[in-house]
């Protein structure tokens, strides 16, 4: 059964600091998302990362995607109040045909 | 439509009644999930379909929970009994299918559905 965990699961950090979110999962995926969710709102897609080394960058957020440690990193840039958000990591199983979610990071981006 | 609908938005019912939930998936889809989030909680995994296949109910808390898809396209999620621990945002993703070939299978989410038992 694929597990996904992220860490931490609550961020509380300054405007302009730097940060990482992590994302690991048990078993072999090479396939990624994350997802960005405001307050009493549904699930954004933020990034797709298809393939061991791949990386993708959207403003202050970068995301990359090691398959062979089974890990994601979603890294901040700067961080600006706007950021303050939950972010979810999923992962799709071994037979390519669901997605499994960590249980999510809240961040919050104090001024 | 554009994206994925759910409706109704926000459901307030009694304890004991059933309660119907429906997801209308972006058009060419062939992959559904539900989903439950509790206040300030992650994501529940509820079932999963995927075309033809038979569904993965493997998330469905109890027997009170069933769901439904119609022709491939519009599902209906129902919880029969509500209990109060009902209470939660019902969320409903779809996909196209999983396929390094045919797509990223990339999930878009729905506004949910707001279930309150009171």
């Known amino acids: 059964e694929l597990k996904v965990e992220q860490n931490p699961l609550f961020l509380s950090m300054q405007e302009g600091k730097n940060y990482t979110i992590y994302c690991n999962y048990s078993?072999?995926?090479?396939?990624l998302y994350w997802y960005r969710q405001d307050p009493g709102k549904s699930l954004e897609s933020l990034f797709v990362?298809?393939?061991?080394?791949a990386v993708k960058q959207e403003g202050r957020l970068m995301a990359s995607l090691d398959t062979k440690a089974r890990l994601s990193t979603l890294h901040i840039t700067a961080a600006v109040h706007d950021l303050s958000a939950t972010y979810f990591c999923?992962?799709?199983?071994?037979?390519?045909?669901?997605?499994?979610f960590g249980g999510g990071t809240r961040l919050m981006v104090k001024p | 439509g554009a994206g994925v609908s759910q409706s109704p938005s926000n459901k307030v019912t009694e304890k004991g009644k059933d309660v119907e939930l429906r997801c209308d998936p972006i058009?060419?889809?062939?992959?559904l999930y539900w989903y439950r989030q509790s206040l300030g909680q992650g994501l529940e995994f509820l079932i999963y379909f995927q075309g033809n296949s038979a569904p993965d109910k493997s998330g469905l808390p109890s027997d009170r929970f069933s769901a439904e898809r119609t022709g491939g396209s519009v599902s209906t999620l129902t919880i029969q009994r509500t209990q109060q621990e009902d209470s939660a945002v019902y969320l409903c993703?779809?996909?196209?299918?999983?396929?390094?070939?045919?797509?990223?299978?990339?999930?878009?989410f729905g506004q949910g559905t707001r279930l309150t038992v009171v």
């Open positions: 999923a992962v799709v199983n071994n037979a390519g045909n669901m997605l499994t």
């Open positions: 993703a779809s996909s196209l299918r999983l396929d390094r070939v045919k797509g990223t299978g990339e999930a878009f």
């Open positions: 990362l298809l393939s061991n080394g």
């Open positions: 078993t072999t995926s090479d396939r």
């Open positions: 058009s060419g889809h062939t992959a």
